[in-house]
C-alpha cells in the first residue's frame, strides 16, 4: 500500500527534530514512551492511504458531481491521466484514483484490488445469485445514481411486449429472455414455473445456431436465456422477445410500447468495500471518512430543491439500518 505525506512540512520537521532531541538524551525509556505518544497522535496526519473507487462507466456523470461535492478530488484511469496519478503520489496531491467499469465488474474487482466501489444493488445481487460466497461489506445505501435523473428509483423488470396477453412470468409462452442479468433471470424463471425449462444457446442440447435456438424454445417448450448488453426495450419491442431491463424513468416502456409484468428488483446505489481493507486501521479510517463526506455531500445534492427540485421524499435510511 502506497502512503502519502498528508502534514505540512514544518510539522513533519518539528516531529523529527524532536524525537532526534530526545534519542539522544540518556533517559530512552521515558522519551520513546513519549516518541509512541507523539507517533499515536500524527500518524493519521502523515499517512494517508491513496484510495482506490471502482464506479460504473455510465453514470460518472452524477457520481463526479458527489464526489466533486464531497471534496474528493478524482482522477480516473486512462491513458491520458496515468502521467498525472504518478505525478501525484510523488508529489503528495491529495486524490483518489477511480477506475470506471462496467457496473456489473465492480463487486469483483472491488474484492481482487480495489478498495472500494459504486454499484447499483441488481449487479451486488447478480453477483451474489452466481457466487454467494463472495466477501462484500456494504458501507451505505443511496436511492441511486441515474443515468436520465440525476437520482432516480428505478426497478429491474420482466418487460413483455403491451399486446402480450399473458399477465404473468408462469403464463408466458416459450421464447427467449434478453438481457444482462443471466444469473438473475434464470434463479427468477425457475421460481416461478420453468424451474427444468431454462437452457442456454449450445448447452444441455440446445442448438448453436442462433435462429435454430430460438425455434428450438418456441418448439420444445423452453425458456431460452440471451445475454444482451443494451437496447433491451428495441429488442422486446422489434423481435417480441421477453426482457430484463432497468427503466429509470419509464420513458423506454412508453418509446417502444412494452409492459412490466414482474418487478425483479427495487434498485439502490450501494458504496461497497472490499472487507480485507477494512482490516488495515490507517485504510479503514480512510475509507470511513469517504463513506461520511459521500452521504454529506450525497444528501445535500439530493435535497436541494434548487438543484433537484423535491422529486423525491422519502430521506435516505438511518445507518444504523443499513448493512454493514
Known amino acids: 500500500m502506497r502512503l502519502r505525506i498528508g502534514c505540512t512540512t514544518s510539522k ?20 520513546w514512551k513519549f516518541i509512541h505518544f507523539y507517533a499515536n497522535i500524527y500518524t493519521p496526519f502523515l499517512l494517508k492511504p491513496m484510495l482506490k473507487v471502482h464506479t460504473p462507466k455510465n453514470m460518472n456523470g452524477t ?26 503520489e510523488d508529489s503528495n496531491e491529495d486524490i483518489n484514483l477511480v477506475l470506471q467499469l462496467r457496473s456489473g465488474d465492480i463487486p469483483t ?18 453477483i451474489k445469485t452466481h457466487y454467494p460466497a463472495t466477501r462484500i461489506t456494504v458501507l451505505d445505501r443511496y436511492e441511486y445514481f441515474g443515468r436520465e435523473e440525476k437520482f432516480a428509483k428505478p426497478t429491474l423488470d420482466l418487460i413483455v411486449r403491451n399486446n402480450l396477453q399473458a399477465e404473468t412470468t408462469a403464463t ?40 435454430d435456438y430460438i425455434q ?6 423452453f425458456m431460452g436465456i440471451d445475454i444482451n448488453h443494451g437496447a433491451i426495450g428495441e429488442i ?26 414482474a418487478v425483479i428488483e427495487n434498485i439502490e446505489g450501494l458504496l461497497i ?28 445534492l439530493h435535497f436541494d430543491p434548487e438543484v433537484h427540485r423535491g422529486v423525491y421524499e422519502a430521506e435516505a435510511p438511518a445507518f444504523s439500518q443499513r448493512e454493514r
Open 236 to 261: 422486446v419491442a422489434a423481435f417480441g422477445h421477453y426482457g430484463f431491463m432497468v427503466d429509470e424513468t419509464g420513458k423506454t416502456a412508453k418509446k417502444f410500447g412494452v409492459k412490466s409484468i
Open 12 to 31: 513533519t520537521v518539528l516531529i523529527i527534530t524532536e524525537a532526534i532531541q530526545l534519542i539522544n538524551r540518556k533517559t530512552l525509556k521515558w522519551h
Open 63 to 88: 457520481i463526479e458531481e458527489v464526489l466533486l461535492e464531497a471534496g474528493r478530488p478524482i482522477v480516473y484511469v486512462s491513458e491520458d491521466e496515468m502521467a498525472r496519478v504518478r505525478k501525484a
Open 172 to 211: 408466458l409462452p416459450p421464447g427467449i429472455v434478453s438481457g444482462e442479468y443471466k444469473y438473475l433471470m434464470i434463479k427468477h424463471f425457475e421460481e416461478n414455473g420453468w424451474d427444468g425449462r431454462i437452457v442456454e444457446m449450445g448447452m444441455n442440447g440446445a442448438p448453436e445456431d442462433a435462429k
Open 109 to 126: 474487482k472491488v474484492r481482487q484490488y480495489g478498495h472500494i466501489g459504486i454499484v447499483g444493488s441488481d449487479w451486488m445481487r447478480e
Open 273 to 300: 468495500a472490499d472487507p480485507d481493507a477494512l482490516e488495515d486501521k490507517e485504510l479503514a479510517a480512510e475509507i470511513y471518512r469517504y463513506r461520511d463526506d459521500l452521504r454529506r455531500a450525497y444528501d445535500e
Open 216 to 221: 428450438f424454445c418456441e418448439r420444445n417448450g
